[in-house]
């Protein structure tokens, strides 16, 4: 069986396909990641073979414009209306979709180009990648759907027709069905939304890129409980630290041990910190199953590593899906959503989220849930049942 994962050229887009594609080779099938040309070494320092489609697009300066609107923290400040915050979500759901439409416009002749000189029996792509669905379709094969969590893209599928209609016409097509044949969701059923998708759930695999484990964390916490703040990629792309500082400032004044689990970029851009607060580059994987605590901004892979580890999380979001994840996480007992990041409330928050039994209990039930799905391995097997019935029709 030959396999293409595509995915447009955010690294955080292309790690949760990392471990499928690994099963997929172990089990002797071919495998070719498709994506833009900054992706490439990502692809490749993952130990994938990989290609490039497209250009690469700068998405940064579009998406700050979708940047969530946030409860002021500052001394003084009033709360936002919740019924205005409220409108002004809804009409942000479907904005997003346009630049994920700009960049399927890039990759979308050159995937073409490659699918129908390779020949793959299945393509793989992550729910923002519509070239993914679109070629599989124009050439005949299964799409196969790969998300990273709670499926915030099937929350805003009323807008897809309407994106996708031109690329339809240029391919020939009556419509795509950007569900496909099959969706590979790493998500707990508890902690998943409710749509109409086929699933094939498989346990949750953290993959971060390439990793050394610090000398440090080789070490038992002390004992004090280990908080580990991580802010993921967000701060640094869409200017700013997003509070970080004074976050992490509110924090240490606890009885904690603080951790900030930044890249090397943000870390420089942070600049100094409160005494006391270990900041840098640790493998999330690595750090969060010794933590107490992750307080982090929604994103997917942050919220999927601290679910996967069991470990209670605080959320603080600042774009759409990071508030689908946040209030997820929330309705299952396992951590909660931040409304402020004022330094009172993260105070008041991280110790009541330290000290509670109950959040404890719950995370650790949801990180059993994701324990019990499917190894990855056998998602690669219905990967190639989805294969020999298109061979067959």
């Known amino acids: 069986m030959r396999i293409v994962f595509t995915s447009w050229a955010w690294t955080s887009h292309l790690y ?71 409108v002004q979500r809804r009409r942000r759901r479907g904005g997003p979709l346009n630049v994920f439409g700009l960049i399927c416009d890039t990759m979308l002749d050159d995937l073409l180009a490659l699918c129908r000189r390779w020949a793959p029996d299945v393509v793989v792509h992550d729910p923002t990648s519509y070239a993914g669905p679109l070629v599989a379709a124009a050439i005949g094969v299964p799409a196969v759907r790969h998300i990273w969590g709670v499926d915030f893209q099937a ?54 890129g390439a990793s050394a484990q610090p000398r440090w964390l080789r070490d038992a916490p002390g004992d004090r409980p ?20 004074a976050i992490l400032a509110a924090v240490a004044e606890l009885d904690v041990e603080v951790v900030a689990a930044l890249s090397a970029r943000d870390t420089q851009a942070l600049g100094p910190v409160a005494s006391g607060v ?33 470990v209670p999380q605080l959320i603080a979001p600042r774009l759409p899906d990071q508030i689908l994840n946040a209030d997820r996480v929330a309705g299952c007992g396992a951590g909660a959503h931040l409304d402020t990041t004022g330094a009172d409330s993260v105070r008041d928050a991280v110790s009541r989220a330290v000290a509670s039994a109950d959040m404890a209990r719950a995370a650790h039930d949801l990180g059993a849930d994701s324990a019990a799905q499917h190894p990855v391995a056998e998602a690669v097997t219905a990967l190639a049942g989805l294969a020999a019935l298109a061979g067959a029709a």
Request: glycine content about 10%.
């Open 226 to 245: 280990r908080v580990c703040v991580s802010w993921g990629t967000t701060s640094g792309t869409f200017g700013g630290d997003g509070g970080l500082r």
């Open 155 to 208: 929350t805003v599928r009323e807008y897809e027709p309407d994106l996708l209609e031109p690329f339809c016409e240029r391919l020939g097509l009556a419509g795509c069905d950007t569900r496909g044949a099959l969706t590979v969701d790493p998500c707990p059923q508890r902690l998943q939304i409710d749509s109409d998708d086929v699933r094939f759930p498989v346990r949750y695999v953290p993959y971060n």
């Open 278 to 310: 270990r900041v840098g580059p640790v493998p999330l994987h690595m750090l969060v199953p010794t933590c107490a605590l992750v307080l982090n901004q929604g994103g997917a892979g942050t919220v999927m590593t601290t679910v996967a580890a069991g």
């Open 16 to 86: 949760p396909m990392v471990p499928l594609a690994w099963a997929a080779r172990l089990a002797g099938h071919e495998v070719l990641v498709a994506v833009p040309p900054a992706l490439v070494p990502t692809a490749l320092a993952a130990g994938l073979p990989a290609v490039a489609v497209g250009t690469d697009y700068d998405i940064a300066p579009v998406m700050r414009r979708f940047d969530e609107v946030r409860t002021p923290a500052g001394p003084g400040s009033v709360p936002l209306d919740p019924e205005i915050v409220a």
